[in-house]
């Protein structure tokens, strides 16, 4: 079993600061920006910043899903979603651009064993990586 990731970056237009607000707003932009693979989106606790909990169900492809909960923290630039069903991690992270802002979003997680985790290892990260770059561009719209 290894470690499975993808990674994608956009840049946007919005300053560190308001890029990384709108990141840890799930009250009110996370809903927004999230796309047709995210299903039952709910905030369990909190709802801006360090300490929301929220859940949603990741439908990565017709059979493959996951149910989320996710445990917010907040650390300089950086966004962290803990799932607490899983070893899936998101990281969203924030650094100047220009007059904006970089934000990657990097999802890591234990991979299968075996054969499975082979073809996971190849094939799971190049169907995130779509996904995430529909939420990065989501939130490019948000950002203006």
Known sequence: MGQVSASSSIAVTADPKRALEAIADYDTV???ILTS??????VVDGGKGAGTVAEWTLQATESRS???HAEVTVADSIV?????????VN???VTPDGTGSQVTLR???TGAGGVKG????????????KIQAEV?????TELG
Do not use: V
Request: hydrophobic share 30%; aromatic share 14%; proline share 5%.
């Open 136 to 140: 990065l561009g989501n939130l490019k």
């Open 118 to 129: 082979i073809f996971e290892g190849i094939f799971a990260p190049l169907g995130l990586k």
């Open 80 to 88: 962290t979603e803990r799932d607490a069903n899983s070893s899936l």
């Open 37 to 42: 693979h995210y299903r039952d989106y709910k």
């Open 107 to 109: 999802t890591t997680w």
């Open 30 to 32: 996370r809903p927004r």
């Open 91 to 93: 990281t969203w992270t």
């Open 66 to 68: 996951r149910d989320i």
